[in-house]
């Protein structure tokens, strides 16, 4: 996807968000168990600021995060929107940026990050005002399955296994298949780490729906009623249970 197709989603996103979430800065947030509307808005404000000046700074920014905004949690997304407007308008995506990947050191990587932060807690603020979930374009839910499963979870199973524990330990190599309408992905469990390939194979276990439907599970924001599952379930109780790890 292009930078100028994440930032025209990040901004309906911030939109819907803020539209739907400053109606009751006191709503709990279902899927987020503890947190309130507000708690969620200077959450996605403090996480924008944060890629701003991450990238401003070629550095993490530390102290680490900013004083609540004296005119409420609205007015601080408002703000971090804006700066991460003015940062992902003046900079290429292919410019060198600090990220927590490895493998993408490039403000690209900041422009789909922050789009798909962004669709997930916007997800959060219509689940807290018992709303229906505004459809997820499908090219970013097809790219948001890459990104947690690849970005999140392959990576980090890899780079950091002791905070995956005993669902990593106990991973014997067998695969899940994911399908998300044409798009196809094995994810292949391992005590050494998660593999993921764009590959046809069938799994000991399988998961198929609309790309959103699964994006919204892997993210733990839906229950899977809209996704078929196959196979052996305690497989893919370990995905869950090592997703959960993988974005904790």
Known sequence: MEQHRYL?????????????????????????????????????????????ETMRRGTWPKPWPPEPDPNGPGAYLDRA???????????KPEEQALTWYDPDQTVGFWA??????????????????????????TDLAVDGI???????????????????????????????????GADRLLVRLAASGVEVSRDDDAGE????GAPQDVLLWLWRRADGAALTFDGDPELVKRLGDLLKEATR
């Open 8 to 52: 025209h989603l990040i901004e309906l996103d911030h939109a819907r968000m803020r539209e739907t979430a400053t109606r009751d800065l006191a709503a709990p947030v279902p899927s987020c168990p503890g947190w309130t509307t507000a708690d969620l808005l200077k959450h996605v404000g403090d996480t924008f600021l944060h890629k701003v």
């Open 81 to 91: 929107m804006a700066g991460l407007r003015g940062e992902l308008t003046s900079r």
């Open 205 to 208: 276990a399988s998961i198929s």
């Open 146 to 180: 890459d990104e947690i499963l690849v970005t999140f979870l392959a990576f980090a199973s890899r780079q950091w296994p002791e905070d995956f524990g005993a669902a990593l330990a106990g991973a014997d190599g067998r695969a899940v298949s994911i399908a998300a």
């Open 112 to 137: 789909r990050r922050m789009a798909l932060e962004t669709a997930v807690h916007r997800v959060d603020a219509e689940l807290a005002a018992g709303e229906p979930i505004t459809p997820i374009p």
